[in-house]
């Protein structure tokens, strides 16, 4: 058994340590309406955060250098816990699932499987056995209470904490992540009754595995506005990302204020995946209700997945664990601090990057990938966009629009002609 496995700018005026609160980018300057709109989004989150500092709606600040601990040993945390959240390796996990430990250290459960290492696949190469289980478990937890709970958990750091707008984003939905146990465009076929459902005129989910849910905002069905603003995940932005060289253009000051000595990142991961919040719309586009929908963790393992090969690619093992954006108040909220609590978790921002998430807890699998020697993705969800650069994309829904994609196997149990998916099968890639 595997761990269940993708007006200038706003000057805020408020009086912060005895100053004026005033953000260091004008949103209007950003380079895309989307952009304006997130910069916005991401400085009013700060706004409340630094707000919550100075009426001490918070933890007491960073001791001075010279009083802090020393980094926490990585394999000292997460072995014993009283809470299986708190745990960091399949040892510590495995009493709370019935298990014992057999001879070769592995967690022998009580039906004879081992419980092991999650891995985390991309959504639409999973088996049908797979999603139907990935289905069962959000369900379970839905039933239980502990999804809305989680939601609630997320809601009270959508504002006004170091989970968004500064470098505590990465390490805190990383260990938000762990502790869920899980693991285009509208026409695509993502958004179907096959997968995370389709929405009606009004933009309720009303089909799939989440159809019709209450939310913990008091609504019948999860809202989506699919493709109204915003946008997706661009190979673009995947290789903007890999390609920066410091930890402070990764885990970045997105709402830095006048003083900072870093530029605006607004290619910046926390700017980019906040373009898919918008794009998603409905319950996805506030922060503080985006776990209502599923798709939130999705995205979220996505990002989880850039973040990590930003760190294989360019940190030393060392460095993945001690390397954080520097402490800089006008650069971002001291709750963004590296040794600043991580609430509501019994942890410290820097706690987040430790390797044990991915050497003890889970691992994720190949992105899916295609060439001119062999134009398939493995999945008979996606298809090899062989046009420039072959790489694998979504399929099209049956009536969705294919236009520039005729003679490829573009359209989900259909076939792409005159700009659109209609009944019919592509004929077999011969190579």
């Known amino acids: ?31 895309t309406p989307e952009a304006q709109r997130v910069c916005r989004m991401l400085q009013q989150m700060a706004h409340k955060s630094r707000r919550q500092s100075a009426t001490n709606q918070r933890l007491p600040p960073t001791p001075p250098h010279f009083l802090q601990p020393a980094p926490l040993d990585p394999y000292a945390r997460g072995q014993i816990a009283s809470h299986p959240y708190d745990c960091m390796t399949i040892t510590c996990l495995c009493p709370f699932f019935q298990g014992s430990i057999g001879p070769q250290n592995q967690c022998i459960l009580p039906d004879g499987q081992l419980l092991t290492m999650a891995y985390r696949k991309e959504y639409r190469m999973l088996s049908e056995d797979e999603r139907l289980r990935f289905f069962n478990a959000i369900t379970m937890l ?22 968004h707008s500064g470098p505590g984003f990465l390490p805190w939905h990383r260990e938000f992540l762990k502790r869920s146990l899980f693991a285009g465009s509208k026409r695509f076929h993502f958004f179907s009754p096959y997968f995370i459902g389709e929405t009606d005129q009004f933009g309720n989910v009303v089909t799939g595995p989440f159809a019709y849910w209450n939310t913990i905002d008091g609504r019948t069905a999860i809202i989506r506005a699919l493709g109204e603003k915003g946008k997706l995940f661009t190979e673009y932005d995947i290789a903007e990302i890999l390609s ?14 006048d003083g900072c000595p870093y530029p605006p990142a607004y290619s910046a991961i926390e700017f980019t995946h906040s373009f898919v919040h918008l794009w998603v719309g409905g319950h996805m586009e506030p922060p503080e209700q985006s776990s209502n929908d599923p798709v939130f963790y999705g995205l979220h ?34 709750q963004h601090f590296s040794y600043a609590m991580m609430r509501p978790f019994n942890l410290i921002n820097r706690d987040g990057l430790s390797n044990l998430y991915t050497e003890q ?4 699998a190949p992105r899916p990938g295609c060439n001119f020697e062999i134009p398939t993705c493995g999945s008979p ?16 829904k049956l009536g969705g629009l294919c236009t520039g994609f005729e003679g490829l196997d573009a359209c989900f149990n259909s076939i ?5 998916c209609i009944p019919g099968v592509t004929p077999a890639v011969i190579f």
Request: negative net charge; charged residues 20%; proline residues 4%.
């Open 1 to 31: 058994m595997e761990l269940f496995p993708y007006i200038a700018t706003y000057l805020f005026t408020a009086v912060t340590f005895g100053q004026q609160l005033q953000f260091l980018q004008n949103c209007d300057e950003a380079p």
């Open 244 to 257: 920066q060289v410091s930890v402070e253009q990764i885990m970045a000051y997105t709402a830095p204020l």
């Open 301 to 334: 393992s996505f990002v989880d997945l850039i973040w990590e090969l930003w760190r294989q690619n360019r940190q030393s093992h060392w460095a993945r664990e001690n390397q954080y954006s520097q402490d800089i108040e006008q650069c971002a909220d001291p």
């Open 142 to 163: 839905k039933r239980s209470g502990e999804y809305d709970r989680m939601s609630f958990e997320h809601q009270m750091v959508g504002q006004g904490s170091g989970a």
């Open 416 to 420: 792409c002609v005159a700009g659109r």
């Open 381 to 396: 969800y996606l298809f090899c966009d062989t046009r420039v650069t072959p790489h694998c994309v979504s399929k099209i």
């Open 361 to 364: 807890m889970y691992r994720f």
